[in-house]
């Protein structure tokens, strides 16, 4: 839809769980950045692992392609209190297409859930999508998201989570591999389509003592560990 807001439902709501929100917004106009979005009216902060009105940023980046889609991704744990759903809002009319994806409290560790963060563009058009590097110093589980500005199909490094299109505009998709001890990777994804520009990013949610598959996504659940 082309739009400005729009409301998001949360993956799961019990105090202590973590939601992971992944946003690709398309801009309407060519070579225009649809803006950092707000989270119930807060901007989120463009600087990994900063926090602005209780959502930590994973990365945000814009692909200054006609038009250039912009991926941001961040996350918050569950307090007492908090909405079933968020406000998601931007600058610039654009297309959206956007995952949620949640982990169960006590699968993860609550005082640094995310131990690394990377998020990158690719303004070269292609049908590989290189994610950023990482190495971790501690068990954790990988987590993948791809975005682009067109229709098809990807695939996804680890077992694929959830996917949502808003058809030949946005696109986008997250995926997780099982918790291991320290390691370094550099994951590619690749999409079915004809060949286009995007953004993707990676990170480590820090295990609580082994595996932690999500326990449920928007739209579709994912079995609980």
Do not use: K
């Amino acid at each position: 839809n082309v739009t400005t807001s729009y409301s998001q439902a949360l993956a799961s709501t019990p105090t202590g769980d973590i939601n992971i929100i992944a946003i690709n917004v398309s801009p309407q106009a060519n070579l225009t950045d649809p803006g950092i979005p707000t989270i119930d009216g807060t901007a989120v902060d463009a600087t990994p692992g900063n926090t602005a009105g209780g959502w930590t940023t994973i990365g945000t980046a814009w692909d200054s392609g006609s038009p250039g889609p912009r991926l941001t991704v961040v996350y918050r744990v569950r307090q007492a209190g908090d909405p079933s759903s968020v406000t998601i809002a931007w600058a610039n009319v654009g297309n959206y297409a956007t995952v949620v994806e949640a982990f169960q409290a006590g699968t993860f560790d609550t005082s640094t859930p995310v131990e690394q963060g990377a998020i990158q563009n690719q303004a070269a058009s292609s049908t590989s999508f290189p994610l950023p590097s990482m190495t971790t110093t501690v068990r954790g589980s990988a987590l993948y998201f791809a975005s682009n500005r067109t229709s098809g199909t990807w695939t996804m490094p680890g077992t694929t989570i959830n996917t949502a299109s808003n058809p030949s505009t946005a696109n986008i998709a997250t995926a997780y591999d099982t918790a291991t001890n320290a390691h370094t990777e550099a994951p590619t994804a690749t999409f079915s389509a004809a060949p286009s520009a995007g953004n993707t990013a990676l990170a480590a949610l820090t295990a609580c003592g082994g595996a932690a598959p999500p326990a449920t996504g928007v739209p579709g659940a994912v079995p609980q560990c």
